[in-house]
């Protein structure tokens, strides 16, 4: 690694071009081009001699090597927290490079079963293809990654190729038009085709049994081709195909900007057509496009199958208009569930979840949540959009004494606050709970007399309406009160009268 890293400096290579070649950290990129080669010789000694955090449980982790030569790092993970209670809390790296150094300093290599392989001979023409699935994080226009999906199938003795991109992943309704295009493309069908044990292809397996998917199984039905699946992990068995998905990624997706799909499976036609199926194959030393004119010969007669209908992809919506997709809530208008309608369509493209009713009449759309368990809520769905705006004002203006005076503030009240007009009207319906109808009249005349149109200063407007009754109403003459009717004895109490004489004994004493 670093004399690669030395020599792409060399030929002109920036310190991140480097780093996203051999996919480094860039500081670890200009650290090594900071070295001669003997400060990394030191720096490599420095790294085997420094102390290890887990050295104090080498012996161990050595008998056990030696006694289970086949022990996964992490196996021996949960081994030295069984037999040690201290054992420190440390990152399960750490404990696969501890694993490492004691396996290379005590000669104990990891034991390996070993495959014996043997070279077999070219299959006859028109007797097979392989079949495999990529992805890749191709760059679009913005910089940004997006990830694309590609279907590839090679005729095995020709190596005659294929590819299909989609922008998600494939189902087996995708994979079965993939299947046809290819075919097309070919204008021709091999006796067998070579698959993976791939869930878009199987959906359970019997006792070695593998049970195919239901739209698969008819479609091989009905083309009437073999199909082989290979062992689980033995991508050997399909070799040829697996080559074809690391071609793809590196000669034709390498770098290559993405504008949308129907312009990628263009390019990708092009390809196949100037290089991946007429350069001559590096095994070969053959072009698969001469020698798909032999193949042709031994294929079987392609013509266009009748593939049923897709099905719509429907999701059950709960009472609370909110439907499930990928772990998470997403909100329709309000009113949008009904008791015998309660099916939407979802479909995701461009990061996006387009949510329609079954007829295809799209309700709403929202952007795609990365995460789990949320609840994604568009706040004018709250609304309940089932009643017309015309009957709302309708109804909410018959609350007022003057039903056509409240229809003409409503109309101007439209013409101002279009976009946001339930939310006005909802606004002024409150102010009924809050105020009297007398405020409301008077709150109403003052508004059209001001060209008010807003709902909230409506509501301002009646709170100082109010107010200023009360006030007015609190400095009038106070009501005099008469005394109770069961108690008039007040009434018959005279009051004493003094007596002059009194006061001027007073003043001479």
């Known amino acids: 690694m670093y004399h690669e890293i030395h020599r792409l400096h060399r030929e002109g290579r920036s310190i991140t071009h480097i780093a996203d070649f051999l996919v480094m950290n860039w500081r670890t990129v200009k650290k090594y081009l900071s070295m001669d080669e003997f400060e990394y010789e030191a720096f490599l000694e420095n790294q085997s001699n420094r102390q290890k955090e887990l050295s104090p449980y080498e012996h161990f982790v050595k008998v056990k090597l030696e006694q289970y030569p086949d022990t996964s790092a992490s196996q021996m993970h949960d081994w030295l927290k069984e037999h040690y209670d201290d054992f420190p809390e440390v990152n399960p790296k750490t404990v696969f490079n501890f694993v490492t150094w004691v396996r290379q300093k005590h000669h104990i290599p990891k034991a390996k079963v070993e495959r014996d392989y043997f070279i077999v001979e070219e299959l006859p023409y028109g007797k097979q293809a392989q079949v495999d699935f990529g992805e890749y994080n191709i760059r679009t226009g913005s910089g940004k990654r997006k990830k694309v999906y ?18 998600t992943p494939f189902t087996s309704e995708l994979s079965v038009k993939a299947h046809e295009k290819a075919f097309e493309y070919f204008n021709g069908i091999p006796e067998e085709l070579v698959y993976d044990q791939d869930s878009v292809f199987i959906s359970d397996e019997n006792k070695g049994d593998l049970i195919l998917t239901h739209k698969f199984r008819n479609y091989v039905k009905q083309r009437g081709f073999d199909t082989y699946f290979c062992r689980k992990a033995d991508p050997e068995t399909k070799g040829k195909v697996e080559n074809l998905v690391k071609y793809v990624k590196q000669n034709f997706l390498y770098n290559r900007p993405y504008h949308d799909l129907d312009m990628l499976n263009r390019e990708a036609l092009a390809w196949l057509g100037r290089t991946a199926n007429s350069l001559p194959h590096g095994k070969t030393k053959l072009s698969p496009e001469e020698q798909m004119k032999e193949e042709q010969k031994h294929l079987s007669e392609y013509t266009p199958a009748d593939l049923p209908e897709s099905e719509k992809n429907l999701y059950t919506l709960r009472k609370d208009n909110v439907v499930s997709y990928k772990s998470n809530l997403y909100s329709v208008p309000h009113g949008t569930w009904k008791a015998d309608h309660n099916k939407v369509l979802l479909q995701a493209k461009d990061e996006q979840i387009i949510i329609s009713l079954p007829d295809g009449k799209e309700l709403c759309r929202h952007r795609i949540c990365p995460e789990k368990g949320k609840t994604i809520i568009n706040t004018n769905h709250r609304r309940d959009v089932s009643i017309k705006i015309k ?45 009297s109808n007398r405020i409301m009249d008077k709150t109403m005349d003052y508004c059209l007399e001001n060209n008010i149109y807003s709902a909230s200063d409506f509501k301002e407007a009646a709170e100082k309406i109010n107010a200023g009754l009360k006030q007015s109403s609190s400095e009038s003459t106070p009501e005099i009160k008469t005394l109770s009717e069961n ?3 007040a009434a018959d109490v005279q009051p004493e009268i003094s007596q002059l004489t009194d006061y001027e004994s007073i003043m001479l004493n």
Do not use: W
Not at 158 to 166: A, E, G, I, L, T
């Open 150 to 167: 590609f279907f590839a199938m090679v005729l095995s003795r020709s190596r005659y190729k294929y590819v299909y991109f989609s922008d």
């Open 391 to 435: 009957e709302l004002i309708n109804a909410d203006a018959k609350r007022f004494n003057n039903p056509d005076k409240a229809t003409i503030y409503f109309e101007q009240l439209k013409k101002h606050k279009g976009r946001y007009i339930r939310d006005q009207l909802s606004v002024i319906r409150s102010c009924f709970e809050l105020f």
């Open 487 to 489: 108690n008039n004895t």
